[in-house]
């Protein structure tokens, strides 16, 4: 569905499905760090995302609005190294980038 989806918007995007083989809470560490370090800058008003990210406690409760934390788990990197694209890719309003 998502694929289809996304591929409506705009059929020449590249899309790669992935799953995910961590826990919400176990990928959501590393990008935790990065939050506190100042090397993720959200540019835009993330209300619902930023509340759920806050519900989020160590040890993999959660405390946050809902069942589960879905768009703080769409911001966690699937593989590889940690990454984060909440919104456009190229940066702007309503982006997140990773600073150095």
Do not use: W
């Not at 899309?15 to 540019?43: H, S, Y």
Request: net charge negative.
């Amino acid at each position: 569905m998502v694929e289809t989806v996304l591929r409506t918007a705009d059929p020449e995007l590249n899309v790669e499905l992935v799953n995910a083989v961590q826990g919400k809470m176990l990928r959501a560490e590393p990008v935790a760090q990065l939050f506190e370090a100042g090397r993720i800058l959200l540019d835009g008003r993330f209300a619902e995302l930023e509340t759920e990210l806050c519900g989020m406690i160590a040890g993999g409760d959660y405390q946050g609005p809902g069942a589960s934390p879905d768009r703080a788990d769409a911001s966690l990197p699937r593989g590889g190294g940690p990454a984060v694209a909440l919104a456009k890719a190229g940066g702007g309003a309503g982006a997140a980038g990773i600073g150095q």
